[in-house]
């Protein structure tokens, strides 16, 4: 799933459109990200044009520190906070696989020895999974994810690309590779002033 298109005027902020969906009775386990299309009647797209546009007009408002758990640095300011879950892929082995390598030599008719050793190989899948539950916030300098058991540190220079999904943001990070997405409720709002932050980032 490569659906990429750059809807902003930074070239280093890609974003998609994909959809999130959490499968029923299936505990932490989340399904796939699907594509959608990227067209302008997709509810999801005027939504965030919306938002842009509106941003572009009244510009980014700084939060009052006292809404948000994060420590500001110099100069630094807040614009967005909302509620997320961490989600991330989780390799798990579920079972092991292998045979006897060596050559076969036959005894009698029917009956053959094959010394060797037994050589084995672990069988792994990977799941997307809820890790943690915490705060999203978006700085003028970097995006942050501070939960309960993990923090997320991701300043806008080592930000490569977002790709938003109906109710999940997956940053795309320089030199990450493991999968990560936040689940929210209102991912183009955020995407708006996530994109808009990177934009006018120092």
């Known amino acids: 799933m490569k659906p990429v298109v750059n809807l902003f005027a930074k070239p280093s902020i890609l974003v998609g ?5 959490l499968l029923p009775g299936c505990g932490d386990k989340i399904q796939e990200p699907q594509p959608i299309t990227n067209e302008s009647t997709n509810p999801d ?10 941003l572009s007009r009244s510009g980014l408002k700084p939060l009052e520190p006292s809404r948000i758990r994060l420590m500001l640095k110099k100069g630094e300011e807040a614009y967005y906070v909302t509620s997320a879950e961490l989600l ?3 390799t ?11 050559l076969s030599i036959k005894i009698m008719k029917g009956v053959s ?3 060797g050793v037994f050589r084995s190989y672990p069988i792994s899948k990977t799941d997307l ?5 915490g705060d999203f916030i978006i700085t003028n300098q970097r995006v942050v994810f501070m939960g309960a058991t993990k923090d997320i540190n991701v300043p806008y220079k080592k930000l490569m690309g977002i790709t938003p999904y109906t109710d999940a943001l997956q940053l795309n990070r320089e030199g990450k590779i493991k999968r990560q997405f936040f689940k929210m409720t209102d991912p183009m709002t955020c995407l708006a002033h996530l994109t808009k932050a990177a934009q006018t980032a120092p």
């Open 17 to 21: 459109l994909g959809m999130f969906v």
């Open 45 to 54: 797209t005027v939504k965030l044009e919306t938002i842009m546009n509106e």
């Open 129 to 133: 999974k809820r890790i943690d539950m």
């Open 92 to 102: 798990t082995r579920v079972a092991r696989q292998g045979a006897v390598a060596g």
């Open 88 to 90: 991330e892929d989780r």
């Open 113 to 115: 020895f094959r010394p």
